[in-house]
């Protein structure tokens, strides 16, 4: 059985939860937007059909938008858990840096 909260914990708790949520939904944006010019980088080093590149544009816009509002919805309902068992925290800090690691891969793919 969890304790009493008093109104101020969960409303803390709630800014908390929220708070970490918009970061990782902003962080998110970002690697997103890398691996989209990796990917299109990849393509137009891979001397592929001109013609298909707005294609390849689409479909590669389509499945990173459709990743991200994965990502939107599966944050906020596991960080809405990890806040009422108090360890927002810690699945923050760990969502934030996989986070950082696939963006700086992106960067790198990117570069080649």
């Given at each position: 059985m969890m304790p009493q909260r008093s109104p101020a914990q969960i409303v803390a708790s709630v800014a908390a939860t929220y708070g970490a949520w918009l970061v990782t939904c902003v962080i998110s944006v970002g690697v997103l937007i890398t691996w989209h010019n990796a990917l299109l980088r990849l393509y137009v080093l891979m001397g592929l059909d001109k013609y298909g590149a707005a294609f390849f544009n689409d479909m590669v816009v389509l499945l990173?938008?459709?990743?991200?509002?994965?990502?939107?919805?599966?944050?906020?309902?596991?960080?809405r858990r990890t806040s009422n068992e108090g360890t927002l925290g810690r699945t923050f800090f760990r969502t934030t840096v996989a986070q950082l690691a696939?963006?700086?891969l992106?960067?790198?793919?990117?570069?080649?």
């Open positions: 990173l938008v459709l990743v991200w509002l994965g990502l939107v919805v599966f944050a906020e309902g596991w960080f696939l963006g700086l992106g960067y790198v793919v990117g570069r080649l």
